[in-house]
């Protein structure tokens, strides 16, 4: 065996035989054991064919091009993994900003607000100690026209009154003189000494504030009480009865009255019975309110001068309980207090006051707090119109980090008022979980389809 069969022969594992060439190399038909400068002896490389190493190599050197067609292809599989890989990166950090989300940052919020070329002119407030705290909402005060109380008696145009006049001897209004026979068929006259009583008709009071009497003409008497009425016609009278009496009654009142109507059991008009009676007086009267006080507001209409207060108010302070007036309109109007949550919240709400006033601390717990999963709780925002000191509405954040423990005490101080905006910030790791989600949802079915085939395979 030659050098080049020794050389061969360890990986061959046999000795010379023969040359069964390479197919495609053009060299064949050699005996088996010959050895020659061209052919030296052969190995088994493949199902049992033979080749010797000039085969081989010539082999080697045909078979070059598909090596390097194979590595181009693979040089170019890894440019487009990598481009898909570059195309899924941008993607992503495009859909960062496209992606749903429940709101602004709290850092976008504070760089929005800072911008000068915002329009409202928004004013934001870090709360992190009293002084920072808003002012507490102001007493109300009931604004309307201070009237003296009237009396009971004092009429007005359409009430109905009763008159009674009582005469004795010659008469306007009952029995005259009476004819008797006497001696001899003669006739005398006699008189009725008893008192005689006439009452009149139901008059009403017209709307000019007259009414008429038979013999008197007519009269005003709108403003007037009964007595002085009384004491009107009787003098009406004089002189052409003897010594008339007069009563005055008031059958129907309707000046000496209020409209209660809304949200109470018996709607309606409501005689004042002592003229001393005040705005939660009349409420009951006329049944007492229906649903909740918390909820309620009282309209009060008084000589072209409308007046609103909550109805939970003047439970709670007497002074503003003043007396009603005879002619003022009460109007209990359902209003509940609300305010609204937004943002990245465990609840996202118009939510309605639980009590007749709230602090921050309760609003946000009734919200549901920061949701884990989205929110960030050192971005909680309170959005609020305040009045400023020239009377001119401002709006006004104001900003809370309930990451740090001193704002909890703050927040049950802060009170919360009517249609105030309650913000929970949105987390900046909430879009980054965003991004893994949809590149995962975007390759998994790439992923799926090569793992089914390479299953086949």
Same mark, same amino acid.
């Given at each position: 065996?030659?050098?080049?069969?020794q050389?061969?022969?360890?990986f061959?594992?046999f000795?010379?035989?023969?040359?069964?060439?390479?197919?495609?190399s053009?060299?064949?038909?050699?005996?088996?054991g010959?050895?020659?400068?061209?052919?030296?002896?052969?190995?088994?490389?493949h199902?049992?064919?033979?080749?010797?190493?000039?085969?081989?190599?010539?082999?080697?050197?045909?078979?070059?091009?598909?090596?390097?067609?194979?590595?181009?292809?693979?040089?170019?599989n890894t440019?487009?993994?990598?481009?898909?890989?570059?195309?899924?990166?941008?993607?992503?950090?495009?859909?960062?900003a496209t992606?749903?989300?429940?709101?602004?940052?709290?850092?976008?919020?504070?760089?929005?607000?800072?911008?000068p070329?915002?329009?409202?002119?928004?004013?934001?407030?870090?709360?992190?100690?009293?002084?920072?705290l808003p002012?507490?909402?102001?007493?109300p005060?009931?604004?309307?026209? !201070?009237l @003296? %109380? &009237?009396?009971? +008696?004092m009429? *007005?145009?359409?009430? =109905?009154?009763?008159?009674?006049?009582?005469?004795?001897?010659?008469?306007?209004?009952?029995?005259?003189?009476?004819?008797?026979?006497?001696i001899?068929?003669a006739?005398?006259?006699?008189?009725?000494?008893?008192?005689?009583a006439? !009452?009149? @008709? %139901? &008059?009403?009071? +017209?709307d000019? *504030?007259?009414?008429? =009497?038979?013999?008197?003409?007519?009269?005003?008497?709108?403003?007037?009480?009964?007595?002085q009425i009384?004491?009107?016609i009787?003098?009406?009278?004089?002189?052409?009865?003897?010594?008339?009496?007069?009563?005055?009654?008031?059958?129907?009142?309707?000046?000496?009255?209020?409209i209660?109507? *809304?949200?109470?059991?018996?709607?309606?008009?409501?005689?004042l019975?002592?003229?001393?009676?005040?705005?939660?007086?009349?409420?009951?009267?006329?049944?007492?309110?229906?649903?909740?006080?918390?909820?309620?507001?009282?309209?009060?209409?008084?000589?072209d001068?409308?007046?609103?207060?909550?109805?939970?108010?003047?439970?709670?302070?007497?002074?503003?309980?003043?007396?009603?007036?005879?002619?003022?309109?009460?109007?209990?109007?359902?209003?509940?207090q609300?305010?609204?949550?937004?943002?990245?919240?465990?609840?996202?709400?118009l939510?309605?006051?639980?009590?007749s006033?709230?602090?921050?601390?309760?609003?946000?717990s009734t919200?549901?707090?920061?949701?884990?999963?989205?929110?960030?709780?050192?971005?909680?925002?309170?959005?609020?119109?305040?009045?400023?000191?020239?009377?001119?509405?401002?709006?006004?954040?104001?900003?809370?980090?309930?990451?740090?423990?001193?704002?909890?005490?703050?927040?049950?101080?802060?009170p919360?008022?009517?249609?105030?905006?309650?913000?929970?910030?949105?987390?900046?790791?909430?879009?980054?979980?965003?991004?893994?989600?949809?590149?995962?949802?975007?390759?998994?079915?790439?992923?799926?389809?090569?793992?089914?085939?390479q299953?086949?395979?």
């Amino acid at each position: 065996m030659d050098s080049n069969s020794q050389a061969i022969a360890p990986f061959a594992g046999f000795g010379p035989v023969e040359c069964d060439g390479i197919e495609g190399s053009g060299i064949t038909g050699w005996t088996k054991g010959t050895s020659s400068k061209q052919h030296p002896p052969a190995i088994e490389f493949h199902d049992r064919r033979f080749a010797c190493e000039n085969c081989l190599r010539e082999a080697s050197r045909l078979s070059r091009p598909h090596r390097v067609e194979r590595a181009q292809v693979k040089s170019m599989n890894t440019k487009k993994t990598k481009a898909l890989l570059a195309l899924s990166l941008s993607t992503s950090l495009a859909a960062c900003a496209t992606f749903p989300s429940s709101g602004p940052t709290g850092a976008q919020i504070q760089r929005d607000v800072a911008r000068p070329q915002v329009p409202l002119g928004i004013k934001i407030i870090e709360v992190n100690n009293v002084a920072s705290l808003p002012p507490a909402e102001p007493q109300p005060t009931v604004d309307l026209p !201070t009237l @003296p %109380p &009237t009396p009971t +008696d004092m009429v *007005g145009p359409g009430d =109905v009154l009763g008159i009674s006049i009582y005469e004795a001897g010659v008469t306007l209004f009952g029995r005259g003189p009476t004819a008797a026979a006497g001696i001899g068929g003669a006739v005398s006259g006699s008189f009725d000494t008893s008192a005689n009583a006439q !009452t009149l @008709p %139901p &008059t009403r009071i +017209d709307d000019n *504030g007259n009414i008429t =009497v038979p013999y008197a003409g007519r009269l005003h008497v709108a403003g007037k009480t009964v007595g002085q009425i009384q004491t009107q016609i009787r003098d009406a009278l004089n002189g052409m009865s003897q010594n008339p009496q007069v009563l005055v009654s008031l059958r129907d009142a309707i000046s000496n009255t209020v409209i209660v109507g *809304g949200e109470v059991a018996r709607p309606g008009r409501l005689v004042l019975q002592t003229n001393r009676e005040t705005l939660i007086d009349a409420i009951a009267l006329a049944g007492g309110y229906r649903g909740n006080a918390k909820d309620l507001t009282l309209r009060i209409n008084r000589q072209d001068h409308n007046f609103d207060i909550r109805y939970s108010a003047l439970e709670k302070n007497p002074a503003l309980d003043v007396g009603v007036y005879p002619g003022d309109r009460l109007t209990l109007v359902s209003d509940p207090q609300s305010y609204s949550v937004l943002g990245a919240s465990g609840r996202v709400d118009l939510i309605p006051f639980s009590r007749s006033s709230l602090n921050l601390a309760e609003a946000v717990s009734t919200a549901g707090g920061s949701n884990p999963n989205a929110g960030d709780p050192a971005a909680i925002f309170l959005l609020r119109y305040v009045t400023s000191a020239e009377g001119h509405e401002e709006p006004v954040v104001y900003h809370l980090n309930m990451m740090n423990v001193g704002s909890y005490f703050l927040a049950g101080r802060f009170p919360v008022r009517n249609k105030d905006i309650l913000y929970f910030g949105n987390s900046k790791a909430n879009q980054a979980s965003k991004v893994a989600s949809f590149v995962s949802q975007l390759f998994s079915p790439v992923l799926t389809v090569v793992s089914g085939v390479q299953a086949l395979k």
